[in-house]
T-cell receptor, first 112, second 115 residues
Framework: QKEVEQNSGPLSVPEGAIASLNCTYS??????FFWYRQYSGKSPELIMS????GDKEDGRFTAQLNKASQYVSLLIRDSQPSDSATYLC????????????FGKGNQVVVIP | GAVVSQHPSWVICKSGTSVKIECRSL??????MFWYRQFPKQSLMLMAT?????????EQGVEKDKFLINHASLTLSTLTVTSAHPEDSSFYIC???????????FGDGTRLSIL
């Protein structure tokens, strides 16, 4: 079982719609969860962090965490063409040296 | 805040050359820095964790004698790819954290091409 799984294929959404991304993780003791956005040819940039169950909103982004189900999601409201990128889910290991495990990413394409 | 600078941005060199990549935390002290490698259309793969003043911890399958990591100060870590070969061509990215349990902030990455 992979540490972090993002199974959905490329996601195409019309401009203005909601993009929904999902991520599951295997380490039940994990406490820190992050979403990074990566444009093609660029390094990842942090867009959301979440540490407790429930929803966390920041602008057009909402992260949702359910530790019992080992599930974290990201919603992008009012999607814009500039949101077209690969979104990486990252989970910090429960023990150890602060390392992150990354999912393979979900590509989002916002269609004008 | 939490700016990480990585240099150089890209390198093209001949096979057998050794290449050094620098990662600096500009506005904070980073006890721990991380080095990742990313091949086209794949996710980030952690290569090693670098702690200031101690030996780096390498992930399974990463050759420590080929990928030399030095973390001499709280603001600088270096990765040296020794005797690079074409299969080492990749996008190398460093990251750092301000404090434990806080997000990692990434440098801009170094695109390495070995001819």
């Amino acid at each position: 079982q992979k540490e972090v799984e993002q199974n959905s294929g490329p996601l195409s959404v019309p401009e203005g719609a909601i993009a929904s991304l999902n991520c599951t993780y295997s380490d039940r003791g994990s406490q820190s969860f992050f979403w990074y956005r990566q444009y093609s040819g660029k390094s990842p940039e942090l867009i959301m962090s979440i540490y407790s169950n429930g929803d966390k909103e920041d602008g057009r982004f909402t992260a949702q965490l359910n530790k019992a189900s080992q599930y974290v999601s990201l919603l992008i409201r009012d999607s814009q063409p500039s949101d077209s990128a690969t979104y990486l889910c990252a989970v910090r290991a429960a023990r150890g040296n602060n390392r992150l495990a990354f999912g393979k990413g979900n590509q989002v394409v916002v269609i004008p | 805040g939490a700016v990480v600078s990585q240099h150089p941005s890209w390198v093209i060199c001949k096979s057998g050359t050794s290449v050094k990549i620098e990662c600096r935390s500009l506005d904070f002290q980073a006890t721990t820095m991380f080095w990742y490698r990313q091949f086209p259309k794949q996710s980030l793969m952690l290569m090693a964790t670098s702690n200031e003043g101690s030996k780096a911890t390498y992930e399974q399958g990463v050759e420590k004698d080929k990928f030399l990591i030095n973390h001499a100060s709280l603001t600088l870590s270096t990765l040296t790819v020794t005797s690079a070969h074409p299969e080492d061509s990749s996008f190398y990215i460093c990251s750092a954290t301000v404090v434990q349990n806080q997000p990692q902030h990434f440098g801009d990455g170094t695109r390495l091409s070995i001819l």
